[in-house]
T-cell receptor, first 112, second 114 residues
Framework: SQQGEEDPQALSIQEGENATMNCSYK?????LQWYRQNSGRGLVHLIL?????REKHSGRLRVTLDTSKKSSSLLITASRAADTASYFCATDAGTSGSRLTFGEGTQLTVNP | GAGVSQSPSNKVTEKGKDVELRCDPISGHTALYWYRQSLGQGLEFLIY????????KSGLPSDRFSAERTGGSVSTLTIQRTQQEDSAVYLC????????????FGPGTRLLVL
C-alpha cells in the first residue's frame, strides 16, 4: 500500500512562479526523500531530509518536514519550463535496507 | 561514471509468456532494488538485494515473480505466465554501501502484456 500521499495531484503554473507540493505519510520514518521523474521513466533523486531535520535547501529547492503531522513539503522557487515533471515523495522507514515507499506523485507543469 | 542500466527498454509480450528483465547496477553498489510503476501511479517496492544476504522478497505480488542477483552485480527479474495486469514500468535502483539512503534509478523497462 502507498504510504505517501501527494497534494495536489496536478499543478500548473507560469515560469518564474513558485511551486509547492505536499506529502503526507502514515508511519514513523528514518528519512523522507523527493524524486523527480520525466516522461514516466527513470527517477532522479532531488533531496533527502532526515527525521531529526526540519528544513533543508538545495539550490532552488526547499524541503520541510513536520514529523508531528507526518507531512513534508517541497518548494521550487523561480520555476522554469524545464522543471515540468512528476515529483514523488518517498519515505524510508529504516526496515529492510532502505526500501522506499512512494506516494502517487504530483504532476507539475510550468508554462513558458 | 555509468549509471544504472536496464534492458530491454520496451517489451511487448503475449499473455501467458515468460519475460526476463535485466538490471546492471552502478559498479560497486551493494544494494539493488526492483520497483514497479503502473500507469499514473507511484512506485511499488518488489524486492531488495543487499550483498550476500538473503533478499527481501516481501513486495513480490505473486509467485509468478522472481528475481536473482548473480555475483552481487547484475540482477534479473523474471515474470512467468504474464498477465495483462503485469503491464507496467519496471524500475531498478542501486545504492552504495556507505550511502545506502540515496537510490540511483535506471531508465526502466516498459512492459506491455497483450
Amino acid at each position: 500500500s502507498q504510504q505517501g500521499e501527494e497534494d495536489p495531484q496536478a499543478l500548473s503554473i507560469q515560469e518564474g512562479e513558485n511551486a509547492t507540493m505536499n506529502c503526507s505519510y502514515k508511519t514513523s520514518i528514518n528519512n523522507l526523500q523527493w524524486y523527480r521523474q520525466n516522461s514516466g521513466r527513470g527517477l532522479v533523486h532531488l533531496i533527502l531530509i532526515r527525521s531529526n531535520e526540519r528544513e533543508k535547501h538545495s539550490g532552488r529547492l526547499r524541503v520541510t518536514l513536520d514529523t508531528s503531522k507526518k507531512s513534508s513539503s517541497l518548494l521550487i522557487t523561480a520555476s522554469r519550463a524545464a522543471d515540468t515533471a512528476s515529483y514523488f515523495c518517498a519515505t524510508d522507514a529504516g526496515t529492510s535496507g532502505s526500501r522506499l515507499t512512494f506516494g502517487e506523485g504530483t504532476q507539475l507543469t510550468v508554462n513558458p | 561514471g555509468a549509471g544504472v542500466s536496464q534492458s530491454p527498454s520496451n517489451k511487448v509480450t503475449e499473455k501467458g509468456k515468460d519475460v526476463e528483465l535485466r538490471c546492471d547496477p552502478i559498479s560497486g553498489h551493494t544494494a539493488l532494488y526492483w520497483y514497479r510503476q503502473s500507469l499514473g501511479q507511484g512506485l511499488e517496492f518488489l524486492i531488495y538485494f543487499q550483498g550476500n544476504s538473503a533478499p527481501d522478497k516481501s513486495g513480490l505480488p505473486s509467485d509468478r515473480f522472481s528475481a536473482e542477483r548473480t555475483g552481487g552485480s547484475v540482477s534479473t527479474l523474471t515474470i512467468q505466465r504474464t498477465q495483462q495486469e503485469d503491464s507496467a514500468v519496471y524500475l531498478c535502483a542501486s545504492s552504495p554501501r556507505l550511502a545506502r539512503e540515496t537510490q540511483y534509478f535506471g531508465p526502466g523497462t516498459r512492459l506491455l502484456v497483450l
